[in-house]
């Protein structure tokens, strides 16, 4: 049965296909090596729709890995107390409406439908003037903004993640955010943003703006927390640092969760997470840090709102138990340094005999520097097509890591790396599906039957 039109407007399926009109660096391999819609267009689409970005406190938050977790808990903290959120993240697993909340509420797809029809006009005559090439995330961050307006006028906090980047993100249209937070930075998109964590740095600072106060997490490294340092100075910045304020002490581990202490301006108190790893830990941490200065600028929260907020945070994918006997996970880590948290969370957090690893990556990614920190667990790796223009091919990805490891085969899709690999696999081990959160979703789908719209 055709969906109906809303409104005479779009239906779902014509929405998403006009989304999907535009450049995506997401879906196409071929896009351009810089963000395809520049700052000066997204301001301006943003100004046909009437400047909804203004009107709500903002938290900016931009790093390597992490910021999707440390937005998600900042905004579960807001809602716990009592404040009215908007929240917007990306990539989604599988829906465009994961990107868009409201209230903690998923954006339906109805709405999404509604609200590309309602900016439709807006993005045509963008596209068509001079200002530059519109993308399809420059799409999406104009539907947050004017969903968020619609569903809570003026007034009440947005939760925003960078998509890449910072300086020329097409989220950085806000001259300064209330709080800026920088979750760790690793080598990660070099060909844009730079070939060291310095020059990355530089690039993800320019959230930080006239009035804000930037949130640093701790960092792997130290010229990192300079070049920070060095920019809230240039611009009239306040600079908290998280590692000089606070401390942590895991107490239990479980399959489905973690408590630890925090240590802290006010003393010590309990804290409990069901995200697993010290990375999660972490990532709370910062949350609570932002918190704190949140708090200083008026929002209602208090220390059961911090600790409700954390506590109910979960988030797909995020070494996501799926399934028991063989002990199934999933996990997005997509470089080096996120394989790193993974392994280090698997030997910590979960109990197994012997570990197999279904493995999708994407064009562009080192997967000779994610494979050298899961090789050394790995009873068998099943590389896998992931079902993108930019997957890497599987052949090709064996060939990569014959040489960390001779257990390496190829899988048609991650299904069928799944399912070869429970074949493999006994009651006391472990199958861990990674790489990417295409992976992840491809996983969820065929262990949970998550189906997937809009991908």
């Known amino acids: 049965m055709a969906q109906r039109t809303y409104n005479g407007r779009m239906n779902v399926r014509e929405a998403i296909r006009f989304l999907e009109s535009f450049v995506d660096m997401e879906r196409d391999p071929g896009a351009s090596k810089s963000p395809p819609m520049n700052l000066a267009s997204m301001r301006s689409l943003l100004k046909r729709l009437g400047d909804p970005q203004r009107g709500r406190g903002t938290v900016h938050v931009t790093g390597t890995n992490g910021k999707g977790s440390v937005s998600a808990m900042v905004e579960g903290i807001l809602r716990a107390g009592g404040e009215r959120t908007a929240l917007f993240t990306s990539p989604h697993l599988h829906s465009y409406g994961e990107r868009i909340r409201i209230d903690g509420e998923p954006m339906t797809m109805p709405e999404l439908a509604e609200g590309l029809s309602a900016i439709r006009a807006a993005v045509e005559a963008e596209q068509e003037s001079a200002g530059g090439q519109v993308s399809t995330f420059g799409v999406l ?90 920019r809230c100075r240039e611009v009239g910045a306040e600079l908290r640092l998280v590692d000089e304020e606070w401390s942590t002490d895991v107490l239990e581990r479980y399959v489905f969760g973690q408590s630890f202490l925090l240590h802290g301006p006010g003393g010590s108190r309990e804290l409990r997470t069901p995200l697993l790893g010290a990375h999660q830990v972490g990532n709370a ?36 138990v799926m399934g028991q006997r063989p002990l199934v996970v999933a996990d997005g880590a997509h470089n080096p340094a996120a394989a790193a948290a993974l392994a280090e969370a698997l030997r910590e957090y979960l109990e197994w005999r012997r570990c197999f690893f279904v493995l999708g990556a994407m064009a562009g990614k080192d997967l000779r520097g ?67 959160l295409y992976a992840v979703a491809s996983a969820r789908a065929a262990v949970l039957g998550e189906s997937v719209t809009g991908r």
Not at 290 to 313: K, N, Y
């Open 141 to 230: 961050v104009a539907l947050f903004h004017w969903l968020a307006r619609e569903r809570l006028g003026d007034g009440g906090w947005q939760v925003v993640e960078v998509g890449l980047g910072g300086s020329y993100d097409a989220t950085n249209v806000y001259g300064g955010a209330e709080i800026a937070v920088i979750t760790p930075i690793a080598l990660d998109h070099t060909a844009i943003l730079g070939e060291t964590p310095v020059a990355i740095a530089r690039d993800k600072a320019g959230i930080i703006g006239p009035g804000s106060t930037c949130v640093l997490a701790p960092q792997p490294d130290p010229a990192v927390t300079q070049v920070v340092r060095d």
């Open 370 to 436: 994610i494979g050298y920190k899961l090789a050394g667990l790995a009873s068998g790796i099943w590389c896998c097509k992931l079902d993108s223009r930019r997957s890497r091919d599987p052949a090709e990805m064996a060939a990569e890591l014959r040489p960390l490891t001779p257990h390496v085969e190829v899988a048609g899709s991650v299904a069928e790396g799944i399912a070869m690999a429970k074949n493999r696999a006994e009651e006391a081990d472990l199958i861990c599906v990674t790489g990417s």
């Open 285 to 320: 941490v910062t949350a609570v840090a932002v918190a704190q200065e949140l708090r200083a600028r008026g929002a209602g929260i208090d220390e059961d709102a911090i600790s409700g907020g954390i506590a109910r945070t979960r988030i797909g994918g995020r070494l996501e």
